[in-house]
């Protein structure tokens, strides 16, 4: 069984800076490519960022020069840096890894979520 556990969201004042996590566990044989999305109220889920295993990043045009995403491959572990957020950034923050079980087909997993909220 493999789980994908996000944390790190919180209540942010304008202009203030956060770091997301999320560890993925289990009976793991490969993780690829891991990223982060977001969806906001009323709104579709969107991606932010998505890292390869060799670190290559691709970044959302909304979050590019104030979000950086990093990864710990021997943690096999994801992370969000957020800066300069803007009360639009507001929204549940999904971890995402494409990786292959043990037992089992290579395919998508979702983290549970993380509430991140930017207001003063």
């Known amino acids: 069984q493999v789980q994908l556990v996000g944390s790190g969201g919180d209540l942010v004042q304008p202009g203030g800076s956060l770091r997301l996590s999320c560890a993925a566990s289990?009976?793991?044989?490969?993780?690829?490519?891991m990223g982060w999305y977001r969806q906001a109220p009323g709104k579709q889920r969107e991606l932010v960022a998505t890292?390869?295993?060799?670190?290559?990043?691709n970044y959302a045009d909304s979050v590019k020069d104030r979000f950086t995403i990093s990864r710990d491959n021997a943690k096999n572990t994801v992370y969000l840096q957020m800066n300069s957020l803007k009360p639009e950034d507001t929204a549940v923050y999904y971890c995402?890894?494409?990786?292959?079980?043990?037992?089992?087909?290579?395919?998508?997993?979702w983290g549970q979520g993380t509430q991140v909220t930017v207001s003063s």
């Open positions: 289990g009976s793991i044989f490969s993780i690829y490519a």
């Open positions: 890292i390869t295993t060799s670190g290559s990043t």
């Open positions: 995402n890894a494409d990786l292959i079980p043990l037992y089992g087909p290579r395919r998508n997993y």
